[in-house]
């Protein structure tokens, strides 16, 4: 069955560390994939696209790569600030069907003062 | 900006009563999204349109339907609510592409605030 995960529920760091969020995925062949913030009680909100030829995405302290070898998408933040505290959330385009984007469960990041 | 406005926010209701979410978005984008999110599910598709009476199904589209009869309208019906049915629920629009084919769109998503539904 088709299946995403993410790395862990949650992530704790201290300010200033770069953090790594992974999603991992199985049995797909996503033309791309997203990521997404979400605050608590608040919709989740756009943050990068990265498609399947391109490697590596940036946006300034954010990066995100895209293994399709390893059916596997890293996402970065660096230099790490508490504000950056949130749940992540991954994306697949599912590439066929009506229903393109398939989420994550995501993680829940605390970046600790 | 899109703008999209959910309304209620909250909503509390008995089990087999009948409840309608609604999802208003400020800009003519043609696919509108209901998702559900649960602990340990994330995000799932109940339905989505693709323009004025389009509509197709998600994931988990038993248990509900949609209509769409203006663009910027976009309604969730669970004709009787059940206590599975108690989720955050997430109306979404695509801003990020053209859309071809239906159902084929790419871009990202801008969501709304969420409603939460309770049912007892």
């Known amino acids: 069955s088709q299946k995403i995960e993410q790395n862990s529920e949650a992530l704790n760091i201290q300010e200033g560390k770069t953090a790594t969020l992974t999603c991992n995925y199985t049995?797909?062949?996503?033309?791309?994939l997203q990521w997404y913030r979400q605050d608590p009680g608040r919709g989740p909100v756009f943050l990068l696209l990265i498609r399947e030829n391109e490697k590596e995405k940036r946006k300034e302290r954010l990066k995100v790569t895209f293994d399709t070898t390893l059916k596997q998408s890293l996402f970065h933040i660096t230099a790490s600030q508490p504000a950056d505290s949130a749940t992540y959330l991954c994306a697949l385009d599912k590439r066929s069907g009506a229903n393109n984007l398939f989420f994550g469960t995501g993680t829940r990041l605390t970046v600790i003062p | 900006d899109a703008g999209i406005t959910q309304s209620p926010r909250h909503k509390v209701t008995e089990t087999g009563t009948p409840v309608t979410l609604r999802c208003h978005q400020t800009?003519?984008?043609?696919?509108m999204y209901w998702y559900r999110q649960d602990p340990g599910h994330g995000l799932r598709l109940i339905h989505y349109?693709?323009?004025?009476?389009?509509?197709d199904k998600g994931e988990v589209s038993d248990g509900y339907s949609v209509s769409r009869s203006k663009t910027e309208d976009f309604l969730l019906t669970l004709e009787s609510a059940t206590s599975s049915q108690t989720s955050v629920y997430f109306c979404a629009i695509n801003t990020g592409g053209a859309g071809g084919a239906r159902g084929s769109q790419t871009g990202e998503l801008f969501f709304g605030e969420g409603s939460r539904l309770t049912v007892l």
């Open positions: 049995n797909y062949s996503p033309a791309y």
């Open positions: 800009e003519n984008h043609r696919y």
């Open positions: 349109s693709y323009g004025v009476k389009d509509t």
